[in-house]
C-alpha cells in the first residue's frame, strides 16, 4: 500500500468572502457549508485512504488557529511555517523536503467544497499506480459551464488511466471557454497534485535550481516552536514566488491529468457559497437567524442578530458584528476590489473582526470611544496571557465567570465571580485561568492610546514577542 502524506497550504486570504474571511481568520478556517471549517473537511475527506499525518503549510498569524482547529477535529499532523508567502512551488518543495522515507505528496488547497469526497478518493486511488511510476499527476475538474475564472488542462492522449499534459491555458474569456466545454478535452485546473517526494524535488531541480536551493537552505535547520515547524526564515525570504504549475508542471515531460468529476468549486466569491449552499423552493441560502418573506434566489447570513428580508432578488446579505454587506448576487466578484479599497484606508475591518481569537482563548470589542474600549475576554482553563506592561492604557478587570490569577506588579492574587483588579499604566500584570471551566471577564481599557501594538512582552508561553 503507498504511503500518502497529504500537503495541505493553508496561506490564503480569501478576500472576495469578506467580511466573514479576514486576513487573520480566511476563509480556509470558516465553517461555511456546515459546522466544520473547510480545512477541516479537507482533511476529513480523505478519512477512507488512510493517509499519513499530514503536512499543513500556513503563516504565522495562523499557527494557533490551525493547531486549534486540528485539535477540535482530534487530528494532528506537521505545521510548517511559512514567513513569508511565496506561492505553492516553494511549499510543495518544504514539504517534500520534510518528509520522511520518500512518500506520495497529496497536495490540496485548504479551502476549497467536494460535493462527492467518494470521487475524490476513487480518483486518488486510481492515480496511485502512476504517481509511484513517476508521474506527476493532476487532478482536472470536469467542467460544468464554461467558467472565466478558471486555468485549464488541454489533455493529450491517454496514459496510465489518466491522459498526457498537451498544455496549461490561462483564464479564457467566454467565447473560448464556451468553445472548451463544447470541446470535451479541456478540464478546470483546481491546484491538486499526487506525485513523489522525491520526483517533485528532482524536477524542481532541473527547472527551478534557484527554488530549490532556497527552501534546501530554509529546510537545513528548522527550529521547533511547540506545535510548529519554523523555517530559516533569511533563506526563504530569497526564494522566488512561483507556482507549481509554472515551476515543474508546464516544463516536465512526466505531467499526467486525471479527470475528477467530484462536483469541486473553490469558493471563490459569495455567489460560488449561494451554488453550493443548500436552498429553500425559493432557491434562498440562509445560516443564522434569518426570516424571509417573498424573496428569490438570494444568500443571506446572521452570526448574531435577527435578519429580514422581503421582496429580495438575487442578493447576497452577510451581516457580522461590525460589518454589514449588501451586493447584487452577480456583482460579489467586486467584494475583492472593495477590500482592496478599505486596506487602502487603513480600515481595521479588513484584518480582523470584533471577536478576535488567540491562542489562550478570544476576546470581542464590544464598545469603544476616544479614550476607552471594553472588551469581553474569555481565557481558556490552563491558558495565560503573556507577562506585559502597557505604556499608555491603564485596565480594569471584572470577573464574571471563573477565577483568575492575577499578576498586578509585585503582587500575584486570585480574583473570583463579582471581584475586580486595576492596573494602572506602567505596571507590569498578567492573567490566568487555574481552573477547570472558562474564565469571562470585562476589560476597561481607558487612555491615550488602545492600539494593540502598546503591549510590551517580557514572557509568553506561546512564544510570541
Not at 495541505?8 to 468572502?17: D, F, Q, V
Not at 508567502?85 to 490540496?108: H, I, K, Q, Y
Not at 522525491?198 to 536551493?213: A, G, M, N, P, T
Not at 476590489?337 to 480600515?347: N, P
Amino acid at each position: 500500500m503507498a504511503r500518502i502524506v497529504p500537503v495541505i497550504l493553508a496561506g490564503g486570504s480569501g478576500t472576495r468572502l469578506w467580511p466573514l474571511s479576514r486576513t487573520l481568520f480566511p476563509k480556509q478556517f470558516l465553517a461555511l457549508v456546515d459546522e466544520q471549517s473547510l480545512m477541516q473537511k479537507t482533511l476529513e475527506r480523505l478519512d477512507p485512504l488512510a493517509c499519513d499525518e499530514p503536512i499543513i503549510i500556513c503563516n504565522e498569524d495562523h499557527r494557533f488557529i490551525v493547531a486549534e482547529q486540528l485539535r477540535r477535529c482530534h487530528r494532528r499532523g506537521k505545521i510548517v511555517l511559512e514567513p513569508c508567502g511565496r506561492n505553492t512551488a516553494p511549499a510543495m518543495a518544504v514539504s517534500a523536503l520534510f518528509a520522511e522515507d520518500d512518500p506520495l505528496l497529496l497536495v490540496l488547497a485548504a479551502d476549497h467544497v467536494i460535493g462527492k469526497p467518494q470521487a475524490l478518493v476513487d480518483a486518488i486511488e486510481s492515480a496511485i499506480p502512476a504517481a509511484q511510476a513517476g508521474k506527476m499527476v493532476t487532478f482536472g475538474i470536469v467542467p460544468t459551464s464554461p467558467h472565466t475564472g478558471y486555468g485549464y488542462i488541454q489533455r493529450g492522449a491517454a496514459e496510465q488511466g489518466g491522459y498526457q499534459v498537451a498544455q496549461f491555458v490561462e483564464k479564457p474569456n467566454e467565447p473560448t471557454a464556451a468553445a472548451y466545454l463544447a470541446d470535451g478535452g479541456y478540464y478546470w485546473n483546481a491546484g491538486i497534485f499526487l506525485v513523489r517526494a522525491s520526483q517533485y524535488l528532482r524536477e524542481l531541480e532541473r527547472y527551478r535550481k534557484d527554488i530549490f536551493d532556497a527552501c534546501q537552505l530554509a529546510t537545513l535547520a528548522p527550529t521547533q516552536d511547540m506545535d510548529f515547524i519554523r523555517l530559516d526564515a533569511e533563506a526563504f525570504s530569497h526564494c522566488p514566488s512561483e507556482s507549481i504549475d509554472y515551476a515543474v508542471m508546464e516544463q516536465t515531460q512526466d505531467a499526467l491529468v486525471m479527470p475528477l468529476d467530484a462536483q469541486w468549486n473553490d469558493i471563490g466569491a459569495w455567489s460560488a457559497l449561494w451554488e453550493v449552499s443548500a436552498k429553500d423552493e425559493d432557491g434562498n441560502a440562509t445560516h443564522g437567524e434569518v426570516m424571509l418573506e417573498n424573496c428569490k434566489n438570494s444568500l443571506l447570513r446572521s452570526r448574531e442578530k435577527l435578519v429580514v428580508g422581503i421582496g429580495l432578488e438575487n442578493l447576497i446579505v452577510v451581516d457580522t458584528p461590525d460589518v454589514l454587506l449588501v451586493a447584487d448576487r452577480t456583482q460579489a466578484h467586486q467584494v475583492k476590489h472593495l477590500v482592496e479599497t478599505l486596506k487602502a484606508q487603513g480600515r481595521s475591518e479588513v484584518i480582523n473582526h470584533r471577536k478576535v481569537y488567540r491562542p489562550w482563548g478570544k476576546y470581542d470589542s464590544i464598545d469603544n470611544g476616544e479614550r476607552y474600549q471594553v472588551k469581553h475576554i474569555r481565557v481558556e482553563p490552563g491558558a495565560k496571557l503573556s507577562v506585559q506592561m502597557h505604556h499608555h492604557r491603564a485596565e480594569h478587570w471584572v470577573v464574571v465567570s471563573g477565577t483568575a490569577k492575577v499578576t498586578n506588579g509585585e503582587r500575584t492574587f486570585l480574583v473570583t465571580e463579582n471581584e475586580s483588579t486595576f492596573i494602572p499604566i506602567g505596571v507590569v500584570h498578567a492573567l490566568e485561568n487555574p481552573g477547570k471551566v472558562p474564565l469571562e471577564l470585562i476589560e476597561v481599557q481607558s487612555g491615550s492610546y488602545l492600539g494593540e501594538d502598546d503591549i510590551i512582552r517580557f514572557d509568553d508561553k506561546y512564544g510570541r514577542c
